[in-house]
């Protein structure tokens, strides 16, 4: 059971590139998430889905777009990568969006030049 | 949305109890306290939740005042591999979820 895998591990893009970050869980979870973390300012979150076909916007969901099609994948999509989206960005899912534990994945760490 | 004010660091030595306390004045009737812990180059991971009272698990205790305006995490007789960042999260997950900067704890011999 792998849980919640993200691809790729770590990405060096140039600005103004197309990205998509991958997320899939094996664990049936309805809800899903995706977060930024940068040095000094914890975990952000950009956006959420509480079940497949719904997406939400988080507090900086700003040049990111995410689809959930189904229950399992949550790609999170940068339209036109600037530098500022530097970051380590964290997908996650919980199996309720009503006070379940969340389960994190490994990281994407991505770098714009 | 529920704001938490955390400290943002702490230093402990081994073996002793270390009580990290966030605020969380405006918590809303059906939110969950949970709390997370994370080391570097991984994600955060759940360690705890209550709603009231007191949680204890075989990791931490949480206590939870009957006005639920905040509430603490208790990590029992720590060890070097305590040493993370810990986040208090006040609301319901799915809906704008606020991890905030954490406390970083660190532990030493």
């Known amino acids: 059971i792998a849980g919640i895998t993200q691809a790729p591990t770590s990405q060096i893009l140039a600005a103004g590139r197309r990205m998509t970050l991958r997320c899939t869980q094996d664990m049936r979870h309805n809800a899903m998430y995706w977060y930024r973390q940068d040095l000094g300012l914890g975990l952000r979150l950009i956006h959420y889905?509480?079940?497949?076909?719904?997406?939400g916007k988080g507090e900086v969901p700003d040049g990111y777009s995410v689809s959930r099609a189904n229950t399992d994948d949550f790609p999170l999509t940068l339209a036109s990568a600037v530098p500022s989206q530097t970051s380590v960005y964290f997908c996650a899912s919980s199996d309720s969006p009503s006070g379940g534990q969340q389960f994190f994945g490994p990281g994407t760490r991505l770098t714009v030049l | 949305l529920a704001k938490t004010t955390q400290p943002i660091s702490m230093d402990s030595y081994e073996g002793q109890e270390v009580n990290i306390t966030c605020s969380h004045n405006n918590i809303a009737t059906n939110d969950y306290i949970t709390w997370y812990q994370q080391f570097p180059s991984q994600g955060p991971r759940f360690i705890i939740q209550?709603?009231?009272t007191k949680v204890t698990n075989e990791v931490a205790s949480l206590f939870i005042p009957a006005d639920r305006k905040s509430s603490t995490l208790s990590l029992p007789r720590v060890s070097l591999s305590d040493t993370a960042v810990y986040y208090c999260?006040?609301?319901?997950?799915?809906?704008?979820?606020?991890f905030g900067k954490g406390t970083s704890l660190l532990v030493t011999p």
């Open positions: 209550g709603y009231k």
């Open positions: 889905s509480n079940t497949a076909g719904t997406t």
């Open positions: 999260l006040v609301g319901l997950s799915g809906y704008a979820l606020n």
